[in-house]
Every structure is written in structure tokens, then in C-alpha cells.
């Protein structure tokens, strides 16, 4: 009965690292290796949310010290943000700081019809910068005629 009760009080401890850290590190190198984009998006915002956690426990750690349960919670978090049954971090990428990118002019100018937002929304965070510059000096026609002669060039090799 000792040892149920010493393995239940450090469950946290060895448990949590291959949690928190160990499967998020295959998955992140399984996720880079995909051509699937929702994978990266689980992993990144899982790292993000990972990082949070950890300055908040450096910052708080006198006030965490005194709160036994906080191990416990953390790891919990942890699971739910990291198991593919729930995929935490995806949902809380997709509920809540998609709309803050979106919402923060991240996407660009607001003169964007939907169509051409979801196209903008295909690209990497450089790439969309980029071709956000480029529309605002010449047009979104311009774009399409140079997408179009891309195209043709592309069909001749």
C-alpha cells in the first residue's frame, strides 16, 4: 500500500515529462515530416501554450510552492492540450487565436474579398506579408496576371 501511495503523490513526476514533453517532441518531428498543415498547427500551439505554462510556474513559483493540487492540474492541461483524442491545442488554436490573427489585421488589409482572404490564408506568414505588399501597391489584378503567366511558364517546362 506504501508504494501505490508514493507512485499516486509522483504521479506528476513520472508521468509528466514523457507527457509534456517526450511524445510532443515525436509528434512535433512526425508533424514537420507531414504534408498535413493541422498537425503543425496542434504542435506549434501546443509548444506556445508549453512555454506560457512554464514562465507562469517561473514567475509564480512562491504561489504555486503553497498550492499542492498545481502539479496535478498542470499535467491534466497538458494531457488534454496533447492526447489525439482531444487534440487541446488544435481547439484552442482554432477557437480562439485564429480569431485574434484574423481579427488583428494579420491576414492583411480589410479590402480583401473572402475568396482571396482564404487564399491568403493558405500561405505562410511570409509569403502572405509579401504578396499583401505587393497587392496594396498594384491591385489584386496585377497578382492574378502574374499567378496566370506563372502558370503558363510552368506548363512549357
Not at 499535467?75 to 489525439?84: E, I, K, R
Not at 488554436?93 to 491576414?107: D, M, T, W
Request: hydrophobic content about 45%; charged content about 20%; proline content about 4%.
Amino acid at each position: 500500500m506504501g508504494v501505490l501511495a508514493v507512485i499516486a503523490k509522483r504521479l506528476d513526476t513520472l508521468v509528466g515529462p514523457g507527457v509534456m514533453l517526450l511524445y510532443p517532441l515525436y509528434a512535433s518531428l512526425r508533424a514537420i515530416e507531414s504534408p498535413s498543415t493541422l498537425d503543425d498547427q496542434q504542435w506549434l500551439t501546443y509548444w506556445i501554450i508549453y512555454s506560457l505554462i512554464t514562465l507562469f510556474e517561473l514567475s509564480c513559483y512562491k504561489v504555486l510552492a503553497w498550492l499542492p493540487f498545481w502539479p496535478y492540474i498542470k499535467l491534466l492541461f497538458c494531457m488534454w492540450l496533447v492526447l489525439p483524442m482531444f487534440h487541446g491545442a488544435a481547439y484552442i488554436y482554432a477557437n480562439y487565436i485564429k480569431k485574434y490573427v484574423k481579427s488583428s489585421g494579420l491576414l492583411g488589409s480589410s479590402n480583401f474579398s473572402e475568396d482571396q482572404k482564404k487564399v491568403l490564408e493558405m500561405m505562410s506568414f511570409d509569403a502572405r506579408k509579401s504578396v499583401t505588399q505587393y497587392v496594396d501597391k498594384h491591385g489584386w489584378e496585377a497578382l492574378e496576371r502574374a499567378i496566370k503567366a506563372a502558370e503558363k511558364e510552368a506548363k512549357k517546362h
